[in-house]
């Protein structure tokens, strides 16, 4: 099974995003869209892993949950990583709470090369470039500003299913550190 930790989507935040899919699905390009019920803000990819890591990987979890503080970040606009035009993962970033969910997902031991970008994918797409009336589109999002309270840390198993992948959470870890 391929392993992660992320913070959850709350229903709120899945039902905005749930909502940006539905008007850029309409204007079309050729995007995977995730399903809301899946949305979560990674902060450490394990891959693929042995159910025997298990142990060790939730008491990463605990660790990391004891140092941390609840928080608090919003969900603000529309992105996509290479670039609007060249939307290859079109996403909804953070406007606030950047600097405790990088913290977290340093002490889950996030040890990617890439720098740390907070976000909640929405779509993938399948082709190269993206079309000009999806650009605007994607330019024409409104800003969420959603915020939520972050009070735990979630291991996600994701298994290939025929529709894609299906997510399960495995364990969480409530955040108990000082603020």
């Not at 905005?16 to 995007?31: C, T």
């Amino acid at each position: 099974m391929r392993l992660f930790i992320a913070v959850a989507a709350d229903d709120e935040i899945k039902s905005a995003a749930a909502e940006a899919v539905a008007r850029l699905r309409r204007v079309g390009g050729n995007f995977r869209w995730v399903d809301p019920r899946d949305m979560h803000t990674t902060l450490r990819y394990f891959g693929a892993r042995s159910e025997d890591e298990l142990p060790e990987i939730q008491a990463l979890m605990r660790r990391a949950a004891a140092a941390t503080a609840p928080f608090e970040i919003v969900y603000g606009g529309v992105g996509a990583f290479d670039s609007f035009k060249e939307a290859r993962v079109v996403w909804i970033g953070l406007s606030e709470g950047f600097i405790p969910m990088e913290r977290a997902a340093g002490l889950v031991g996030r040890d990617e090369p890439r720098p740390y970008s907070p976000h909640l994918t929405v779509g993938r797409n399948r082709g190269a470039v993206a079309p000009p009336e999806f650009v605007a589109a994607l330019r024409a999002e409104p800003i969420l500003n959603l915020r939520r309270p972050v009070t735990r840390l979630s291991l996600y198993a994701s298994k290939p299913a025929p529709f894609g992948h299906a997510y399960e959470v495995l364990f969480e870890a409530e955040l108990t550190g000082a603020a």
